[in-house]
């Protein structure tokens, strides 16, 4: 199949109407993976953002066949709904999840892990924007270091998030799954392609796709595709793929001197001092090392 | 095929409402223009139909149209990110007048 692009996907829009704050990097995420997924994809979503703003009676912003699973069951509920669709002959489907980086990292990981296992023909995309932004800002296990969420407050003594942003690509290719990727809002060809992708390999596929929130990472609405990208640029979100046992990146870090504008733009990590930054800076460095030695070149 | 304004609203206690969870899909009974204070216009003069505002946009309210764009002005929420994306300035955000 050809590589989708602006020009040749689909005019209909399968997300659309829906009540998410404007410049929402996760309705992006949806928008565009259903628009390469089409009319035939079956979407579930857990609690969250998205299925708080898609599914307001009688506002039902889904155009395909969509529907709310438990905060825990994403994964599961899809094996059910593709078990279904199975049973039923139909034909030419996809089952797809779109779960947050809490109801997929932290809430969620169980049944993605044993829906991974049984290697079930679906895609799980977690689309990934560092905390429980529909509850107001809590701290998820994707929440990363240094950020400021309700539950992680910046004071004196502890600068926001102590914990480190859980490394989920990984985890979930580590379960020998047939394709998992990492993806951004703010490179969507990119992030069609990986879904497109995803679409045509049989079995069980992940996309982590990186989705700013303006309301929580105190980005204004129209810097969500902006600072996306930075994260991309500046080396704390590496694109990359995983399959066949072998991981390959599709991006290379543009500019590591970027990660500066990239913290001190945001209302989430005004807190932090130099150290702070340098801490995060050394982090990526040592990152970075372990991708340039054991993963493909782009 | 997309999410469409209804004229018949189903009313609280009326036939039309779902005897289970299920309803169907792609039901919309509010536009979301109300939330916008700045709107974007397109200079049609500049626009050169590279779809970037239409590939970027959260609301999927840009469409493609020959070959320039036109804006959903009953769904736009106006955040901006259209202007942001457009490299031939063909798109500015204006102040919305009521």
Not at chain 1, 26 to 44: D, N, Q
Not at chain 1, 84 to 110: C, M, N, P, W
Not at chain 1, 270 to 278: G, K, Q, S, T
Not at chain 2, 30 to 46: A, E, F, L
Request: hydrophobic residues 35%; contains cysteine.
């Amino acid at each position: 199949m050809t590589r989708p692009t602006a020009r040749n996907i689909t005019e209909d829009e399968y997300f659309f109407g829906h009540k998410a704050c404007a410049g929402c990097g996760g309705s992006l995420a949806v928008r565009m993976a259903l628009k390469v997924l089409g009319s035939r994809a079956v979407a579930v979503l857990p609690a969250g953002c998205m299925s708080a703003v898609g599914f307001n009676f009688p506002q039902l912003c889904f155009a395909n066949n969509a529907m709310i699973s438990t905060f825990a069951g994403t994964a599961s509920m899809m094996t059910g709904v593709e078990a279904g669709l199975r049973a039923r002959g139909e034909k030419d489907y996809q089952v797809v999840g779109f779960a947050g980086d809490g109801g997929t990292a932290d809430i969620g990981i169980q049944a993605l892990s044993g829906a991974i296992d049984r290697n079930d023909n679906m895609i799980y995309i977690c689309y990934d924007n560092e905390a429980y932004m529909n509850t107001g800002t809590q701290k998820s296990s994707l929440t990363p270091f240094g950020a400021y969420t309700t539950t992680t407050p910046a004071g004196v003594k502890i600068r926001g998030n102590i914990r480190e942003k859980k490394n989920m690509f990984e985890i979930v290719a580590a379960h020998g799954i047939p394709y998992a990727a990492t993806a951004s809002i703010g490179y969507v060809d990119d992030y069609m392609a990986k879904v497109r992708k995803a679409s045509e390999v049989k079995g069980m596929k992940y996309i982590h796709v990186l989705a700013p929130c303006p309301t929580g990472w105190g980005i204004r609405p129209d810097e969500t595709v902006e600072y996306a990208r930075m994260a991309t640029d500046c080396g704390l979100w590496p694109l990359a793929e995983y399959g066949c046992g072998e991981y390959s990146l599709t991006r290379s870090m543009k500019d590591p001197g970027l990660l500066r504008a990239y913290i001190r733009g945001q209302k989430r990590f005004r807190h932090l001092r130099d150290p702070d930054i340098e801490y995060i800076e050394s982090k990526r460095d040592a990152r970075w090392e372990h991708i340039n030695r054991s993963w493909k070149a782009p | 095929m997309k999410p469409h304004l209804r004229t018949c609203i189903p009313e609280w206690r009326s036939d039309s409402l779902p005897d289970n969870t299920a309803y169907e899909a792609g039901f919309l009974v509010t536009k979301n223009s109300g939330w916008r204070d700045i709107r974007p216009v397109i200079d049609t003069k500049k626009c050169t139909g590279c779809l970037q505002c239409y590939l970027y946009c959260p609301d999927g309210t840009i469409a493609r149209c020959g070959n320039k764009v036109s804006v959903d002005y009953d769904f736009c929420k106006g955040c901006g990110i259209c202007a942001k994306m457009c490299r031939h300035d063909a798109l500015r955000m204006e102040a919305e007048r009521r």
